[in-house]
């Protein structure tokens, strides 16, 4: 199957410093990984789709500079929060699409569960 | 904006129990409706991707309908086992867009 790794999957921070999460297809290779966010008890939501080698597209609300999204290879995909504040505590989890794969079938990390004290 | 809707948010069964849950959609603009398992502390695993209308797909005990005209699909498990406890998410693919998910619902079976 198609297995996707991110990392980390609990991660603790003070207000103000920078956090990177890793999202890989481990034996895939994917042009395209979409970024969500999970606050408690709502529905995943998009926060930005990312494409190997160009600009990342977010989603309206989703400030870019703050969601830093980098795609430099076919497997891997980072999200950097900047600057972290306690509202950005959330449930953070990647996606990806794999080449030649069916039509809109998304395969899932494990998640990232940031809190910013 | 778009909204997919399922219910019931939550339920609880006897091991045995036969169950369904609905995943509700604006019909419009519709290309495919995806069905996710997701265990807690593991990643969401795909299930079903459904694209025609009255299209029913089946994996062992788990099956799912689809009505694209009024907007609607259902997931049915046959006598739930403990190892069906998991959240189910349907999620909608417009033409042209990422995939919008509901909220899940959270089924926890009993032995």
Redesign the interface.
């Known amino acids: 199957g198609a297995v996707?790794s991110q990392h980390p999957s609990w991660v603790i921070c003070k207000s103000g410093t920078s956090v990177k999460i890793e999202c890989r297809s481990l034996d895939f290779q994917a042009t395209t990984m979409?970024w969500?966010r999970q606050f408690p008890?709502?529905?995943?939501?998009?926060m930005a789709?990312s494409n190997e080698g160009s600009k990342a597209t977010y989603e309206q609300g989703v400030e870019k500079d703050k969601f830093l999204i980098n795609h430099a290879s076919l497997t891997l995909s980072t999200l950097t929060v900047t600057s972290a504040h306690p509202e950005d505590s959330s449930f953070y989890?990647c996606?990806a699409r794999r080449i030649g794969g069916?039509?809109?079938?998304?395969?899932?990390?494990?998640?990232s569960r940031l809190t910013v004290l | 904006i778009l909204n997919?809707e399922q219910s019931p948010q939550s339920l609880h069964v006897q091991e045995g129990d036969s169950t369904n849950f609905t995943c509700s959609f604006p019909s419009s603009n519709f290309?495919?409706l995806?069905w996710?398992r997701w265990e807690t502390?593991?990643?969401?695993e795909?299930l079903f991707?459904m694209?025609l209308n009255g299209d029913e797909k089946k994996k062992g005990r788990i099956s799912a309908t689809l009505n694209t005209k009024e907007g609607y699909s259902y997931l049915y498990i046959k006598g739930s086992q403990p190892e069906d406890s998991a959240t189910y998410?349907c999620a909608l693919?417009q033409a042209g867009t990422?995939?919008?998910?509901?909220?899940?619902t959270t089924l926890s079976v009993s032995s």
Do not use: C, D, R, W
Not at chain 1, 102 to 111: A, K, P, Q, S, Y
């Open positions: 996707v979409f969500y008890k709502q529905s995943l939501m998009l789709t989890i996606s069916l039509t809109g079938e998304l395969f899932f990390g494990e998640g | 997919v290309y495919a995806h996710y502390a593991k990643s969401p795909a991707v694209t998410l693919n990422a995939l919008i998910f509901g909220k899940g």
